[in-house]
């Protein structure tokens, strides 16, 4: 690729297919971190559309339409992509390239594909062809597959958050078409136990790290996750060991250990909730030479089906609604206060794979169903 | 220190106070790896005795009388010493110092107060001071504190195997001056678990294989470790995890665990009864998805205080003597078919300590009780 390309993609092309519009964002290059000419390019194709209001922070941009409508949604999804595949032959990279109506390349599925309709449905606005029965805003933001503290929609509320109200939110991650409502939570705890080192041939000058925590792994494994229905969708949790590490060496009674354990927990309990659930698992586990710590957590996302919005957004996509388990940014918009759902084409698992791909007619039925909820 | 210094240390006077040779012993650094030095002056001083018969194998040196005595003892020790404190102002370092009556430096417990009382006896000998009721072997080597590969003892055993024949065997290690027959043995193994990554959103596609081996870490943490009588002394066996080390990411669950066990063994076991052993108390724990696998194994030493010789050598030492916890190198002589004891100047726990230190009067008294059993 010469410098003159890298800097001057072919313009964005906002009123062919859809599933061509997929394969051009591909072409642009933008692992988290080199989001600027697809952001570049995504600006510059807004620009010439009429009615919409335009605002950027770094490579996040914001559009939305001002028609006076009762009701507004939120249309949300990130520019940047994972690392390129580096096996060779891997089909998951830059450029794109099509194979029997299937799209291979990096962000096919996570998620080029529902940014292509993001731009489809604003241009069908902006060009007159779609009267949309809601007002709506469009959120295209940076580094998300990265560090949550580097999140261009977090950026972006800080910013300009009085532009971000909304009845009812969608994210375009890849659900396969089917309406995935809220998310998951997640919170990381370390269990930290501590002894006394001695040489191993004098074990009992010693107290043994590593076996203070046993009581924590047979907890953690014994345990029954449960599954929790929440606004009619089930949100089947998981509680696990990640990592462990302990000891110093093959002859030293080791004096200190530290599971790491992560608790993927329903949209219906707070993070502090979810401490204490964990708490009341491992019990008498936790204690002297054994303590518990929070490293990281993140709250979870009702589903919201019981608001209006997302009723007819259910109804006009078809099909049964089924809970995500993975975080997703449905819960920052969670946080604002815009119920929200995950509804994208593609399968989330072949994200961030070297084989990832998406179907063009899978592109296609995605914007179907949207313009037809918004028309 | 000059360069004329290090290639010719000042010759080794084997005539004085052993306090003082154990300080001259201190003064030429001998860290693994390093003991060319001090394996030249210790050959240059038994050169210089009659009665001799020396051998060489790299730094290793053998000497031994041919006096046509009934029975043959050997007095091994090492030449070399772990490396010296990193620490400012710590004592256990070269050269060394005495204050109020004790020797401070690396080496003054392990051994060359030991090699010391070895090289005092060797010049009685040479100088006809004494005229020993048993024959002598007198073995200095080279590489203890190090892989057992790198042994100087073993390539003895390789190169010289024919002149280490011996009715009994004392390793001047340091014992605090009281008698401590044969060692225990030590074995290594891992246990490896084993499961299928996951995302840990959706844990229930995986199998986690921390917590598989939480019954492993349960039958460790349950187990009370026996004390096993051998020969009238009891030694003390331990059995821990000393290192464990699983998991791959703080999203995934994890598809692969190793906990690193390491078991003390009374005498009266080989390593494949030990192995048993360890396989008995784990149990069912170890099966499908989880595998013990034997990484590392030495026999210990019975002490061997049947024989004649020990028992007059427990006699003429006095004391109570007690069992060795650690390995030493009298699994070594043990293995040559020779029944093998602990009896050195120093406390064992000061051994590789930063304030290493021996007192004077230690020295002296392990020579006389060993000049008093050979006459």
Redesign the interface.
């Known amino acids: 690729m010469s410098h003159a390309d890298i800097r001057s993609p072919q313009p964005l092309d906002l009123s062919g297919d859809v599933a061509d519009l997929t394969r051009a964002l591909m072409d642009i290059e933008s692992v988290s971190g080199g989001e600027g000419p697809l952001a570049d390019a995504v600006w510059e194709a807004l620009s010439g559309l009429d009615g919409l209001e335009l605002a950027r922070n770094g490579d996040t941009i914001l559009a939305r339409t001002s028609l006076g409508r009762a009701e507004r949604v939120m249309l949300a999804g990130h520019l940047d992509t994972v690392p390129l595949p580096t096996t060779p032959g891997a089909r998951g990279t830059v450029p794109a390239a099509v194979e029997d109506g299937v799209i291979y390349g990096r962000g096919a599925t996570d998620m080029k594909g529902g940014v292509a309709v993001q731009l489809a449905v604003a241009g069908m606005i902006g060009r007159g062809e779609l009267n949309p029965n809601r007002d709506v805003t469009f959120v295209f933001y940076d580094h998300e597959e990265v560090s949550a503290d580097l999140s261009g929609f977090g950026r972006l509320v800080e910013s300009h958050g009085e532009l971000l109200g909304a009845d009812f939110g969608i994210l375009l991650e890849p659900t396969n078409g089917v309406v995935e409502g809220g998310c998951?939570g997640?919170i990381?705890l370390e269990a930290r136990t501590t002894g006394t080192a001695a040489?191993?041939?004098?074990?009992?000058m010693g107290e043994?790290a590593?076996?203070?925590?046993?009581?924590v792994?047979?907890r953690?494994?014994e345990h029954e996750?449960q599954t929790v229905r929440v606004e009619g969708l089930d949100y089947?949790e998981?509680?696990?060991?990640?990592?462990?590490?302990?000891?110093?060496?093959?002859?030293?009674?080791?004096d200190s250990?530290t599971?790491?354990i992560?608790y993927?927990f329903a949209p219906s309990k707070s993070p502090a909730e979810a401490e204490e659930y964990v708490r009341g698992v491992l019990g008498d586990a936790i204690g002297e030479g054994c303590e518990l710590v929070v490293t990281d957590a993140a709250a979870g996302a009702r589903p919201g089906l019981t608001h209006p919005a997302a009723a007819s957004f259910v109804e006009a996509v078809g099909g049964e609604p089924l809970p995500k388990?993975?975080?997703t940014d449905v819960a920052r918009l969670s946080a604002l206060g815009i119920p929200a759902v995950n509804f994208g084409p593609g399968d989330a698992l072949l994200a961030h794979t070297d084989d990832e791909h998406v179907a063009e007619d899978a592109v296609r039925r995605c914007l179907e169903a949207m313009t037809a909820w918004l028309s």
């Open positions: 998951n997640t990381r040489h191993s041939a004098r074990a009992w043994n590593i076996h203070r925590g046993a009581r792994l047979t953690l494994a996750p089947r998981s509680l696990n060991a990640v990592r462990i590490a302990g000891g110093t060496a093959g002859n030293v009674i080791p250990m599971i790491e992560n993927r388990y993975g975080w």
